[in-house]
Each structure stands twice: as C-alpha cells, then as structure tokens.
C-alpha cells in the first residue's frame, strides 16, 4: 500500500496564504424608506384615511391583492402577509391588519374581526358581549413594511382604547358604529378628529417618524 504524501514546505505555505488572505467586507444592511411605496388594498375609505395621515412623506400607491392570511397572533399575521406581498408586487410593500379586541373575551375576535363581522353584523359583535359586565375594547392597527422579496419586514402597531356599544353613526365603514371613544362612536366622529386619536393614526405616526429618519 502506497501514500501520497504532501510536501510540508508546500502545505505551511497554503496555510499560511489562506491566514493572511484579506476577508472580503461585508457591505452594511440598512433599510432606507422608499419614495414610491406600494399600499395593498382594496379598501378607498381606509386608503383616504392612509394618505390624509402620511401626507407627502410618500408617494403612495394602491393595490389589491388576493393573498392568503395565516392564523396567528396579529404580528404573525402582518409579517407573513408582508412576505407574500413583497414576492408578488417584486418590490417596496406596506400591508395593514386591523384588530378589534374585546377585552372580556380575551382580545378575540381580534386579527378575525373582518370575518366576524360578515356573519354577525353590528348587532352580533353586540350580543357576544351580552353575558359581560366588561364591554371594554382595544382597536389595535398593525403596519408591516418590506423593502421586497427577501427583506425581513418592519412592524409599527397602534392600540386606541375604548368600549363595545350598539351601532352609532354611518354604517359605511366596518365596525366604526361600535366603537366608542371618549362618549363618540369612530362613526359618529369628524374624519379629522378621528385621525388624531385613532388606532391607525398611531401606527401611521411610527410609520412615518420611521420614513422621516431612513430617507
């Protein structure tokens, strides 16, 4: 049986080589904000409500899309309808899941309001709080950006306080009638008094601060 043995001289050499060869440096990953940004959905009053809160800060679009929604927890949900946004549109995304969460049942419907709704209408949503003393409620607004396929999303979230009442106001937008703040239903209240106290007006403003420091 023979051995193929290697020169040491040669083998110290390679080892050597491969020490001081320099490591190639790693180009820092930094999110910058777009200046054109996608905004997926469908909804006109909710896309009003976007624009009339960001402003000029960003040039935004609209687009619906059919995508699929896992459950989860609202975070689980933002993030993974985010990813399949960003590999559908192919670039910068920003996706909104709206939450309404009674306290008495433990934050449920929550991220299932919009299915809830559909089945029970105002006065269902009403009637799951009936055997409750509790009809307090939290509106919760999650934004997930991603800058495109393969970028891990960035999350801002708003929570507005308030409680459960029977239906108030324009039924024209979601469960607004039933959503009281400070003795006004969501419905009841001027747009622009709304967007200064809202669920969506808080997560928008972490949005934004977040626009105004990466441009």
């Known amino acids: 049986m023979s051995l193929k043995l290697e020169s040491p001289n040669n083998s110290n050499t390679s080892n050597q080589k491969e020490k ?5 440096k790693r180009k820092p990953t930094t999110t910058m904000a777009p200046k054109t940004l996608n905004f997926i959905t469908g909804n006109k009053n909710k896309l009003t409500e976007v624009k009339a809160i960001l402003g000029s800060i960003v040039d935004l679009q609209s687009q619906a899309l059919d995508l699929i929604e896992i459950q989860g927890t609202i975070e689980e949900i933002s993030l993974d309808k985010c990813r399949r946004a960003a590999e559908a549109i192919k670039g910068p995304v920003l996706v ?26 105002h006065d269902g949503l009403n009637a799951m709080l009936a055997g409750f003393p509790d009809k307090s409620a939290q509106a919760v607004c999650t934004f997930a ?15 507005t306080d ?23 239903t969501y419905a009841e209240m001027d747009k622009v008094a709304k967007n200064k106290i809202s669920h969506r007006f808080r997560a928008l403003e972490k949005l934004k601060a977040w626009l105004e420091e990466s441009s």
């Open 20 to 24: 001081h060869k320099p490591k190639p």
């Open 96 to 121: 909104e899941d709206t939450c309404l969460c009674f306290n008495a049942l433990n934050e449920l419907p929550g991220p299932y309001i919009k299915w809830f709704l559909q089945s029970l209408g």
């Open 145 to 159: 950006y991603s800058e495109g396929p393969g970028h891990e999303p960035i999350i801002f979230q708003g929570r």
């Open 162 to 184: 308030g409680k459960i009442v029977p239906a108030r106001g324009p039924a024209n937008f979601g469960w607004d009638p039933i959503f009281e703040y400070e003795s006004q």
